[in-house]
Structures are given as structure tokens and as C-alpha cells.
């Protein structure tokens, strides 16, 4: 539930002002930053500025990580649908070994197809979650099927006649699994969703089936369900299918062990036990080894380098409960952990402060370690799209009593921002000269922040009332949640508190951010989405509801305005001081609705502000949006480490950067793949 993507509209703006402090010294290659582009993506490369000066012990450490974080990119194409590793694998040999036209449409169709699917993990889109259309015919595909030689076809799952028979229907059907996650108020979610987290079994009985499962008096609950299919076997019985070794999924965690083993080797403590444990809990498979480990984790705030690797979010599953497999490998980025740490000191001052009602504030704030990053290595389900603030782990009662780790990472907004130089966006949708102005000189710094502010302050902040399991909101927990951590950043961005900690300059930075947000969450992030859709992602929605409530409340005092000139729509903001007003009646309504479990008055701020969307507005945002050539959604390829050896002894990790997307999904596919097709 707590990952934070780069969605707000500094992402995809010009930026010209970006500090290259960091990034300055060393070689800055020629290569662009745009490796690839394709519909609406474009893949970007990132540069991992300080590894070269990490010390050899290190530098292992993140080597042995980082081939770790490769192991798991099939589980995640399992786990998002049962047919993707089939299909993926069908693709790529027909990609390898077609001898056809490679100049015809139907090629480039399905060459885009391709490059799509390594993109999203599999064949529904990664953000919106519907399947995609090939523009290329069934026809065409099976005759190329059909012309590769059937040894470079992914037998295992069966025939070719069976493989034809499971795979082209799921990919040119449009009917079928139409969604890998459908959670349309009042249908079976678990039914409609082609994820593959369930096999066989309805909503209701999945519900039943944790709920007879979870002890209700624990104080100190596993996250029932998290690392498992839930399935129901041909007598009727339903059972969970565990991911370790030696359950499903196990080949693929064997060789993600076997590099944590080699990683624990080099490891000092306290990173060598906490290894040792994470180890232990993919060969047993027991939640509450996960939850050990975790602890154990949370509290390591002295290691230089650091890592997620597991089973941890669950926003892939209709029911919030089992969780998709992802890894990262990463350091620590000194000067920018500066921000951070200061936000961290004043936690409680931030807590005791906030709007929100006092019997949900938390009395003492625990364990608030934040700090900046920059990644290595990005796998699973942080690849290649990935979020650029972390903040684990993810159980509610670990969280409370040891505290949660956040962090932000700096060399992904970086390569962010360097791919979007000089693309149009703000000239477009940015109506007025001084919100241009503030935007270009502190966006960057307005959007930094308000992720600190999330990540290490908003999700941390707040407690339950007592009787409250934390699980009353459902479905609708990731939008509200993502709200509540989003509007504790905004609410205190434009505190004069800020100024007076040096975090910035003047409060025109949270002007800044608030303008910016407004404008993306009302208006410029339904780029994102297709025609005649309304919104459906967690954070989206939190973006367009935190927009829309506050200018339904703000009507009266005009606080922000639809504005139209030459026949273009416009959104400002007129009363930033009144908006951080609002900000903070909004996020005391949330508190209190996460505080309670009051599901109904969740559900009613979702489904009223967060959800529809205006088809008129919708359009000519997309029109406008479409005339600039920006793709909405970007992704990222990894480097490379390479064990440079001396006379039989390891004496250097060296970095080696790649610009070809494709080429890397191969190699992946080739190296990094230990999965049957079917699992
Ligand atoms: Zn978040």
C-alpha cells in the first residue's frame, strides 16, 4: 500500500532548473535519456551516481543483491496472469526467429505488442490494468507461430495445438480476461479480475476462507494470505498454493535464495542475520518469519546499502490481501538524506500539529527513518515501471510499535526529469505566467518534498481507534490511504514551519505544488487515461478526489477556478492559503475515516470525487495532451555489475550501462527466467 509513483505533472514537464549537484561530477555520457518509446510509454536509462566510490565490501553486497532482484521477473508474469509466461515466451520466439517481412505493418504491430508486454509483465496494461489489443491479426500471428521452428515454442505448457488453444484466445479475445484487476463496485471482483492469485474460487469464499483462517484476538496478526495462490483443487477443497521452496514458484525462489546466500556471505551485521532471516522465510514460507524479518529490517538504520526483495504489495489483488513479487537494490544518497533527516527529527512536532482529530493522532511517533536513496537495481513488480518512494513494511502492527522505513529515491526523479527537458507540457496546461515561473523554480523541490512528506510523515502518522482491525476500508484502502499520506504532504508543505526548518526558502514552493497538483489531479493526469474509462488506480483516484473535494468546498470562495481562454480549459488556484485549509479538513475526514473503519464514508469520498470523469474535459485533455508527442507513462532499464577479477580474486564491481530496451528483455528472458509455463 505504500509505494509512491511519480504521477504528478512535474514528471512529464520541462524542468530547467534541476540541480545537477550530484550528478555533475563524473562523466554524463552522451547517450539520451529516452531509450525507447512505444505507444504510451517511453523507457528511460538512469545513471547510479556514487557507486564507483561504494567500498569493494559493498560493492559485492549490491552485486549479490541485485542478481537476486533479477530472479523474480517471472513471478511476477505468473502472478499477473496465468497464460503470460506462454505467451511472453511465444512472442519472443516468434521475435527471434521470424524470417518474414520486417518492414510490413502487421510486424511493427506486433513488435509494439511485444515491447508492451515486457513493459506491463504481462498483457494487461501495468497502470490501467485492461488487456491490450494487438493491432496485428490472429491470422498473421499464427502463420508466424507456424514459420518459427516449433522447438523455439515454449512446449512445456503443452502441444503447440494446446498452447494455440490457451494463448489466442487470452490475447485477441476481447471479452476474455478483459482485466487483471476489476473492482467495479458490487461485482465479483475476484471473478473479473484475470489475475492470477486466485484459481477457481469466488469472491465470497475467498472472504470465508480468511476469515475462518485469521485469529481475530491476535494483536500481532501475519498478513494472512500474502504469499499464496488461493485455489480450489478438483475435490472441491480450497487451499492456498505457498510461494517457497519447495512450493509454487519454487524454482524461481531457489535461485533468488541461492544469490541472498552469496549476498549474506559479504554482509556485516546487522544486514547479515537480516538476510539470513529472509532466507529463511522464503524456504518456509512462514508469515510470521516474514514478519521477523521485517522487524529486524525496519530497525536496521546503519547499513549503507539496502534492499527489498519479497512478496509486499498488494494492490495487484482485488482483495488487497496477497501480494505481487518485487525487488530493489539500493544505497544511500548522503547529501539529500539531509531533508530527510530533518523532517525525521520533528516528527512529533509534525504529529502533535496536524489537523487531524487528537484521539487519532499518534502520542509518540516511532521510528520514523527516512531517507534518500539511490537504486542500483530494480526487478519484479519495480521494473520497468517503479514507484520513487518506498515506504515498508507494509503490516499495521509492525508499523505502529517498530516504526516503518521510507525512503525516496533521487536518481529515478533525476532521470525522470532529464528524459522530460524541454517537451511543451507546461506551456500547454499551465495557464499563468507566475505559476510557470514558480513551477520551473521550485517544482522539483515541491514535488522532493511532498514525497518526503508522504512517505516519511503521512503514512507513518495517525492510529486507530480502538476496535478498529485496520482492514474496515477494503477495496477502497489504497485510495484512502494514498489520500491520507498525500494531504499530510500538502497540508504541511505550505506551513511557514518549513521555512523556519530550512527545508525551503519561501512557502511559493508548496505555491508551487499546490498549483501543480490541482491542475494534474483535476485535469492533466487523464492523459493517462483511455477514452470513455473513468479513473481506477489508487493514486489517481487519491489525486483527482484530494482536487475535486477541495474544489467543491472551495466553490463558495472561489478558491480554485476553471478558467477559459482560446478555447482551451484552464484550472487555477487563486487562494493558496484557503487550499491549505482545506487540505487539512480534508485529511482530518480521512484520519477519522481510516481511524474508525468507516467504510461507508470512505466508499462515498471515493465513488463522489474520485472515480467519474468528465468525457468533454477528458478529450480535449487527450487532444491537447496527444499534440505535444509525450508518452504518459515512463519506465526504466537497469544497468549492469560485472565482477572484475585479478588473478582469481574479486577486486572490483564494475557498472555497466545499457540503451537497449529490447535487448535487455531478451537477455532477461534468456538469463534471468526459471519458471515453467504453467506453475
Ligand atoms: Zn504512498
Redo the contacts with the bound molecule.
Sequence with gaps: ????FILSVMTIMAVTSVSTASYGKGKEDKHPWVVDRFDDIKVIRYTVPGFEELPLQEKLLAYYLSQAAKCGRDILFDQNFKYNLPIRRTLEAVYVNYKGDKKSDEWRAFEKYLKKVWFANGIHHHYSNDKFTPEFTQAWFEAAMDSVPVSSLPLDFGTVEELKAAILPAMFDPELYASRLDQRAGIDMVAASAGNYYDGVTQAEAEQFYNDMADHSDPHPISYGLNSQLTKGEDGIIRERVWRVGGMYSSAIEQITGWLELAESVAEEPQKSIISSLIEYYRTGDLRRFDEYNIAWVRDTVSNIDFVNGFIEDYGDPMGRKASWEANVNFRDEEACKRTQIISENAQWFEDNSPVDPAFKKKQVKGVSAKVITVAMLGGDCYPSTPI?I?LPNADWIRKEYGSKSVTIDNITYAYKKAAEGNGFTEEFVLRAEDRERLERYGKLGDDLHTDL??CL??GSGQLAPGTKGNELKSYSSTL??TR??LFGLYYLGDPKMVELGLIPSLDVAKAQYASYIMNGMMTQLSRIEKGKNVEEA?MRNRKMIAEWCYEKGLADNVIEWVKKDGKTYIVVNDFDKLRELFGQMLREVQRIKSEGDYEAGKELVERYGVTVDPVLHNEVLERYGALNIEPYGGFINPDYRLVKRKGKVVDVEIVYNYDYAGQMLEYSREWSFLPSKN
Design positions: 500500500m505504500k509505494r509512491f518512494g515506504n508522504h512517505e503521512g503514512h490511504e494514498e499520506a498525500d493514486h
